[in-house]
């Protein structure tokens, strides 16, 4: 079965950070980029960047530039996304997800992982 | 860069069609046929219902369909069911290794 599992929930305090993880089985883990999406609460999608798994190049949005890396351990067919100096909105659902080879779809998603920053 | 523009919500009746749009620029959604569209429910993963402009994932509704005209894409739900009441989210390749999904729109079946 393919799928993406991503660690469980997280509460922070500002200024900390956080870092989730995705674990990928049933496919090959190098063969496909992974995405980052998050969700605010009430708010919409919003596109964080990409890694891909066989390189370990990456690159993100520029607003998540200075303050995102995502990493991977082939290894372990897990991805990461570190999130640093976090504050309050940044309280949010973080989703992984799998891009189509040569194609433009999200087909397969992570389950979420809920941030909450709070003092 | 902006979020690609959609109305914030859009309502039929059941077995009516409806159409959301997902407007960008030239930069994005006009220059490249990388577009999906997503069916989401609030803290739940996204899914996927169109890809590439008009490719619809096997096991997804065939009352699902995508076009672009331009800068504009379209998301049209023909026979409006109550299960399609949810978010709806395009996404588009903009270029430089980056993507921008548009602001969402409500559906809501009356």
């Known amino acids: 079965q393919v799928q993406l599992v991503q660690s469980g929930a997280e509460v922070k305090k500002p200024g900390a950070s956080v870092t989730v993880s995705c674990k990928a089985s049933?496919?090959?883990?190098?063969?496909?980029?992974i995405h980052w999406v998050r969700q605010a609460p009430g708010r919409g999608l919003e596109w964080m960047g990409w890694?891909?798994?066989?390189?370990?190049?990456?690159d993100s949005a520029q607003k998540f530039q200075d303050w995102v890396t995502l990493t991977r351990d082939t290894s372990r067919s897990t991805t990461y996304m570190e999130l640093t100096n976090l504050g309050s909105d940044d309280t949010a659902f973080y989703f992984c997800?799998?891009?189509?080879?040569?194609?433009?779809?999200?087909?397969?998603w992570g389950q979420g992982t809920l941030v909450t920053v709070s003092s | 860069q902006s979020a690609l523009t959609q109305p914030a919500s859009v309502s039929g009746s059941l077995g009516e069609p409806i159409t959301i749009s997902c407007t960008g620029t030239s930069g994005d959604v006009g220059g490249y046929n990388y577009l999906s569209w997503y069916q989401s429910h609030p803290g739940k993963a996204p899914n996927l219902i169109i890809f590439d402009v008009t490719k619809r994932p096997s096991g997804v509704s065939n009352r699902f369909s995508g076009s672009k005209s331009g800068n504009t894409a379209s998301l049209t739900i023909s026979g409006l069911q109550a299960e399609d009441e949810a978010d709806y989210y395009c996404c588009t390749y903009a270029g430089n290794s980056i993507w921008l999904f548009g602001g969402g729109t409500k559906v809501t079946v009356l």
């Open positions: 997800a799998r891009i189509l080879r040569g194609s433009s779809g999200f087909d397969i």
């Open positions: 049933g496919y090959s883990f190098t063969g496909h980029y």
């Open positions: 890694i891909d798994p066989n390189s370990g190049n990456t």
